[in-house]
C-alpha cells in the first residue's frame, strides 16, 4: 500500500539555524500539507500546497517557513531561522484531488528540537 | 473557522469493554469526519471517516455516528483490545475549505488487559 514518508525521523538544530524537513506524498495525489504537533498537543495545520503554489496557510506559516515541490516526488518544508517553540514534530501528509475523496495520508513525522 | 472540540482527554476501559469518544464541531457547513489513530512516535493513520449525508458508519469494532443537527459525532470501540491504546483524533472539515483538516485535541485511549 502506498505511503508518505518522510526524512529525517529526527532533527536536532541550534536556534538560528535553517532546517528543511522532506516528505515524498503518495505518488499519484495532488494535494499536499505540512501539520505541527507540540508535544501533548492537538495536530495543527501549518500549509497546504497545490499545483505548485500555497492554497492556504495558517497564522502560524509566516516568512521564517516555506515549501517548495523541487522535483516530481519531494515536497519539502523550510524553516529559515529556527526558535526553541519550532521544537515540535512534523507532519507531512497528502491527498488525492479527487472530489469526495478528501481523506488526507499521513506520514510518520519528523521529530524536531531546537536548542 | 472551524472549530473541533474532543472529549474525554483521556479514556481508560478493561479490554473488552467499549469506549466512546466524541467531538463536536462549530460550522455546520462541514460535511468531512475522518478519525485518525496515532500510536507512540507515529503518524495519525485514518482508521474511518464519514460524510454528512450519512448517520453512522460501521467497520467490523469500530463506529462512528453523526449528528448533523447537534453538530456533534462520535467514535465507538466495540470489544477493545490492548492494541488499540493509542491517541485518537477526530477531525472536521468544510466544503469551501477541503483541503484544510481541523482536528480535536485527541484522546488518549489506555485498554488495560
Known amino acids: 500500500e502506498p505511503e508518505v514518508t518522510q526524512t529525517p525521523s529526527h532533527q536536532v538544530t541550534q536556534m538560528g539555524q535553517e532546517v528543511i524537513l522532506r516528505c515524498v506524498p503518495i505518488?499519484?495525489?495532488?494535494?499536499f500539507y505540512w501539520y505541527r504537533q507540540i508535544l501533548g498537543q492537538k495536530v495543527e495545520f501549518l500549509v497546504s500546497f497545490y499545483n505548485n503554489e500555497i492554497s492556504e496557510k495558517s497564522e502560524i506559516f509566516d516568512d521564517q517557513f516555506s515549501v517548495e515541490r523541487p522535483d516530481g516526488s519531494n515536497f519539502t518544508l523550510k524553516i529559515r531561522s529556527t526558535k526553541l517553540e519550532d521544537s515540535a514534530m512534523y507532519f507531512c501528509?497528502?491527498?488525492?484531488?479527487?472530489?469526495?475523496?478528501?481523506?488526507?495520508?499521513f506520514g510518520p513525522g519528523t521529530r524536531l528540537l531546537v536548542l | 473557522g472551524e472549530n473541533v472540540e474532543q472529549h474525554p482527554s483521556t479514556l481508560s476501559v478493561q479490554e473488552g469493554d467499549s469506549a466512546v469518544i466524541k467531538c463536536t464541531y462549530s460550522d455546520s457547513a462541514s460535511n468531512y469526519f475522518p478519525w485518525y489513530k496515532q500510536e507512540l512516535g507515529k503518524g495519525p493513520q485514518l482508521i474511518i471517516d464519514i460524510r454528512s449525508n450519512v448517520g453512522e458508519k460501521k467497520d467490523q469494532r469500530i463506529a462512528v455516528t453523526l449528528n448533523k443537527t447537534a453538530k456533534h459525532f462520535s467514535l465507538h470501540i466495540t470489544e477493545t483490545q490492548p492494541e488499540d491504546s493509542a491517541v485518537y483524533f477526530c477531525a472536521a472539515t468544510p466544503p469551501y475549505n477541503f483541503n484544510k483538516f481541523y482536528f480535536g485535541s485527541g484522546t488518549k485511549l489506555n485498554v488495560k488487559p
Open positions: 501528509a497528502s491527498s488525492s484531488g479527487v472530489a469526495n475523496q478528501e481523506t488526507q495520508y
Open positions: 505518488s499519484n495525489h495532488l494535494y
